[in-house]
């Protein structure tokens, strides 16, 4: 994500990084290779304009020019910058409380993302305590009807269909009756999309508007179209209107324009974004936390919140106590290996880490090495896990051919949980006693 952008704008950093003073004519070079960047990122020309224009008249008072660390400054000033193109805070739905039943419109082209990010919608407010009903509207795409059932399925969360349905409008009142007698509170309605934008299309999705009274016309694109994204939102919100937008695809190598010019020429927050083709993959847009990525500086509150969200916090308390009377065993171990596999690609948590996007790839990271070691200990018995001390050498030949790996391995791994141990007591001791914290090291 933003991989070229962000490899740009650090270059464009270096013309006033780490000086002790800087001049007008620093400041110009930079800003002019920011400018490159943003316009090969395929950021709309009028957006890239302002940008510069905003960031140059800032960057050039004396408050730069005089400040203890003017690269810092300007640093300053273009992350500002950007958080404010991207949308200032972050915007949430705006929905009906629980005892009236709120409305979803999802809008948007064939092949955006439409019924996937709605079901990601549905399983994100399922989570937050709601009850939500996905609504097949889109009665043309051949598949969009089954493909929704299967996600709400995967999903567990209702789906109202009707066989052979030409009318999305009856459609959506039969599903209205439905969600009445079945205690929903959200509809979430997957319309009719068409390969581009045509009158019949935009009439029927009027027709649904007024039938339907949503809280939130969500417009979903595909960022990896750039500026056409910007065009369809555009055409959609003169049409039907929207409150907001959902990009799709971000996790795929877009360069930024569509995220970048969004607000600016539509008025309209993003709202979410679609990070991969799985439920889950679905992440609130925070433009704070997007321009950090975008300028490499990373996103450690994602990354942070991802980490809670898999890692359930009564396990890592536990956890904690295990440590601190040394009873982790090689049964916890498992347990850790498997959580960090739940938390997705370690490309995505990379990038978010400060200072790694574009440094180090998924490649980089031993992950045949997990693979083995989850593999080893899943061979073993849930009593030898409890106990590794009773693991010998007959065990451990039979771990080895239960893995598909060598006694030598099997013996490796053993050797660093037992570093590991130790490793924990020195740091449950250190946390107990910060006193003896230097003599330990
Ligand atoms: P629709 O025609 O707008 O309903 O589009 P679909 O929901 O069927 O999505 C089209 C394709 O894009 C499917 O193959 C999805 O799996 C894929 N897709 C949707 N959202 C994302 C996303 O955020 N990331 C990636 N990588 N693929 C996505």
Not at 13 to 20: D, E, P, Y
Not at 394 to 408: K, P, W
């Amino acid at each position: 994500m933003f991989d070229k952008l962000t490899q740009k704008i650090s270059d464009a950093f270096r013309f006033v990084s780490g000086k002790s003073s800087i001049t007008e004519k620093n400041i110009d070079d930079a800003v002019e290779a920011i400018k490159m960047a943003l316009l090969e990122a395929d950021v709309n020309l009028r957006v890239v304009r302002r940008f510069v224009n905003a960031t140059i008249e800032e960057a050039k008072g004396e408050k730069v020019l005089r400040s203890v660390d003017p690269g810092q400054q300007f640093i300053k000033i273009v992350h500002d910058k950007m958080v404010s193109f991207l949308g200032d805070a972050r915007q949430d739905l705006v929905l009906k409380g629980p005892d009236t039943i709120s409305a979803i419109l999802m809008l948007g082209l064939q092949g955006s993302g439409k019924t996937t990010s709605s079901a990601k919608m549905a399983l994100r407010l399922k989570k937050e305590g709601r009850k939500p009903l996905l609504i097949a509207c889109d009665l043309v795409r051949p598949a969009a009807v089954e493909q929704l059932s299967v996600l709400a399925h995967q999903i567990d969360v209702p789906v109202y269909k009707e066989e052979g349905a030409t009318d999305s409008v009856k459609v959506y009142k039969g599903a209205l009756d439905w969600a009445r007698k079945n205690l929903i509170d959200t509809l979430i309605i997957d319309t009719t999309g068409r390969l581009q934008i045509d009158e019949p299309m935009m009439q029927e999705l009027s027709r649904l508007k007024e039938v339907s009274n949503p809280d939130e016309l969500l417009l979903v694109a595909d960022a990896m179209t750039g500026q056409s994204a910007v065009d369809i939102a555009k055409a959609f919100d003169e049409k039907i209107g929207l409150t907001g937008v959902v990009l799709t695809k971000f996790d795929s190598d877009t360069r930024g324009g569509a995220a970048l010019s969004l607000k600016t020429i539509t008025g309209k927050p993003l709202k979410f974004v679609g990070v991969g083709e799985k439920p889950e993959d679905f992440e609130p847009f925070h433009p704070d936390r997007i321009a950090g990525r975008i300028l490499g500086m990373g996103d450690v509150v994602s990354l942070v919140e991802k980490a809670q969200e898999v890692i359930d916090q009564k396990d890592a308390q536990e956890l904690q106590k295990k440590m601190e009377k040394e009873t982790f065993t090689l049964e916890d171990w498992l347990d850790q290996l498997r959580s960090v596999k739940k938390m997705g690609s370690l490309n995505k948590m990379l990038e978010m880490i400060p200072g790694m996007a574009g440094q180090v790839s998924e490649e980089d990271i031993d992950k045949a090495e997990l693979q083995t070691q989850e593999a080893i200990l899943s061979s073993m018995t849930r009593k030898e896990r409890a106990n590794h001390l009773m693991i010998g050498p007959s065990r451990r030949a039979r771990v080895a051919r239960g893995s598909g790996t060598s006694v030598a391995e099997v013996s490796r791994l053993l050797k660093k949980f037992d570093k590991m141990k130790t490793m924990m007591k020195k740091m449950s001791k250190m946390s107990k006693n910060p006193n003896t914290a230097q003599a330990m090291m």
